[in-house]
């Protein structure tokens, strides 16, 4: 797994951008009678957090080309992700996928309702770029739900894996299972024909079991996937839901070259206040970690842990923060002194 060669780009991701409509607070769907409209989409989430740190990052998608489709647009460039690969639908039917969340608070949970049927992305193409986008980077990233979107999408998605891979990029892939797209075993039969086109895997050890049907702890399904494919890396969030309002989080990341597990204390009693994209902001920060410092694993965890904690505390689906503010928040965590209360 090469990651020191230069490219255009240090990560290219591909995947749908969808409108995200809230209620302001903790209001309901069902009672408010407004919502604060945001980008995002599990794709862009963990490579926005990588742009932010300083990788030259950008996203694969096809948007409507309409006002919304500008929006999106420009929120992407407003994140530091470049916009050169979206191209835009200008059929009567363009649509942009939208989802409209609920924030939880005990004990009622957090609620989404999806609106993301026949949307402008399941009509992207390989044709849709010239063949210089597959040498154009140093890893590709995308996950399972742009698999389980569509038929139509998913033979692209799986010809870009093949294609970059053929061009010498290393390849990410996120399983990221979603229950309202396809089944365990649909997930399990396709997911499996691509793994061993992948060099980087973030896979939770609840979708292992359940997707995947792992038996044993944590660590030896982990390993075991680099056992039965050509895979290099495999990250593992652990998350523990104490209430919508509070979490813990840590992870493992597995090097198979080293036959080495790497971990770190979690980051305990989260101030949640919006966990959406936050296990996306953990694969921002882990990716940030390998390509800006190559075989450094327990530092690629730490940057995955570090932002992910952050951005539970951030609403909206999208990242904010700096390369320094995530180095202050791991010094901080390693510190067993007094931590001063405000950054003054």
């Keep these: 797994m090469e990651l020191t060669e230069k490219k255009e780009f240090d990560l290219l991701s591909l995947g749908e951008i969808m409108l995200r409509l809230s209620p302001p607070d903790n209001e309901r769907i069902t009672r408010g009678d407004s919502f604060s409209k945001q980008a995002g989409g599990a794709e862009l989430n963990a490579i926005t957090g990588a742009a932010m740190l300083g990788l030259r990052c950008g996203i694969i998608s096809k948007l409507p080309a309409n006002d919304l489709g500008v929006y999106i647009k420009n929120r992407v460039r407003l994140c530091g992700v470049s916009d050169d690969y979206l191209v835009y639908d200008d059929d009567k039917d363009a649509r942009l996928g939208v989802y409209y969340y609920e924030n939880g608070a005990y004990p009622r949970k957090p609620r989404i309702v999806y609106d993301r049927k026949n949307t402008s992305i399941n009509k992207l193409s390989v044709a849709d770029y010239d063949d210089s986008l597959y040498s154009d980077t140093r890893c590709f990233h995308t996950s399972g739900i742009t698999l389980a979107l569509s038929p139509e999408l998913r033979a692209t998605a799986i010809e ?29 039969e396709c997911i499996e024909s691509i793994l061993p086109y992948v060099d980087i895997f973030f896979c939770s050890e609840d979708t292992a079991r359940l997707t995947f049907l792992k038996e044993g702890d944590a660590k030896s399904i982990m390993k075991s996937f680099t056992e039965e494919y050509p895979i290099s890396i495999v990250a593992s969030t652990q998350r523990i839901v104490h209430s919508p ?15 080495t597990y790497y971990e770190e204390a979690p980051y305990t009693d989260i101030e949640v206040v919006d966990r959406i994209g936050s296990g996306d902001a953990y694969i921002s920060g882990v990716l940030y970690g390998l390509l800006a410092h190559p075989g450094e694993y327990q530092r690629a965890l730490e940057y995955g842990n570090a932002i992910s904690a952050l951005k539970n505390t951030i609403p909206g689906d999208l990242l904010c923060t700096d390369l320094k503010e995530i180095q202050g928040i791991i010094k901080e965590h390693k510190s067993t002194g007094r931590i001063a209360e405000m950054d003054r």
């Design 245 to 259: 309002k509070r979490h813990t989080f840590g992870s493992i990341i597995y090097s198979a070259k080293d036959d």
């Design 160 to 188: 870009m894996i093949k294609r970059f891979k053929a061009q010498g990029a290393i390849i990410s892939f996120d399983v990221n299972f979603r229950g309202n797209l396809w089944t365990g075993a649909e997930a399990k």
